[in-house]
C-alpha cells in the first residue's frame, strides 16, 4: 500500500516534516511532498552507482554509495529527491522501511496521509498538476531568470 498525501485535508502543521527521521519529507504550500516509491522508480533506474534500492516495497538511497551526480533528482517526478550540498548526497523519504509504520501517517493529526491503493493514481496526478504549479511560479519569480 502508498501512503498517499490528501491535499485537502493538508493544514500545512509540518508535524510529519518534523518527525520525519530522513529529513525526506517536507510541505510546500500545503502540499506534503515525499517519495512515493514508484513500482517503476526512475530514480532507481537511473542512477549509475546502485545506491538506491527497493527494500521492503520501499525505495532507499544508501549514502554511502551515492555520488550525488543527481540524476535521480533530475528523474523523480514528484520532486522528492533532494541534495545535501555539505556531504554531497541526495535524500529522500525511506519510507520508514524499518519501522512498522511511517511516522509521518502516526503524527498527522488530520489524517492527511493515508492508505489507499484505489485513489493513488488520481491523486499523484492531482498532486503532480500542484506542484508543476508551484514550481513553475518558482522558476517565474526566481531572480536567476
Not at 506534503?32 to 542512477?47: G, I, R
Amino acid at each position: 500500500m502508498k501512503l498517499m498525501p490528501n491535499i485537502k485535508l493538508c493544514v500545512d502543521c509540518k508535524r510529519c516534516e518534523r518527525v520525519c527521521p530522513t529529513n525526506g519529507m517536507f510541505v510546500v504550500e500545503g502540499v506534503p511532498v515525499k517519495c512515493m516509491h514508484c513500482e517503476d522508480a526512475p530514480c532507481l533506474n537511473v542512477c549509475p552507482e546502485y545506491a538506491i534500492e527497493r527494500i521492503d516495497d520501499k525505495v532507499v538511497v544508501h549514502k554511502e554509495k551515492c555520488v550525488g551526480c543527481g540524476l535521480c533528482m533530475d528523474a523523480c517526478p514528484f520532486g522528492a529527491m533532494r541534495m545535501n550540498h555539505n556531504l554531497g548526497v541526495v535524500f529522500k523519504c525511506d519510507g520508514c522501511y524499518t519501522k512498522d509504520e511511517e511516522l509521518c501517517k502516526i503524527v498527522c493529526p488530520t489524517g492527511a496521509l493515508e492508505y489507499s491503493e484505489k485513489t493513488v493514481e488520481n491523486k499523484q496526478k492531482e498532486l503532480v498538476s500542484k506542484l508543476k504549479k508551484i514550481y513553475s511560479l518558482d522558476i517565474k519569480n526566481s531572480l536567476f531568470i
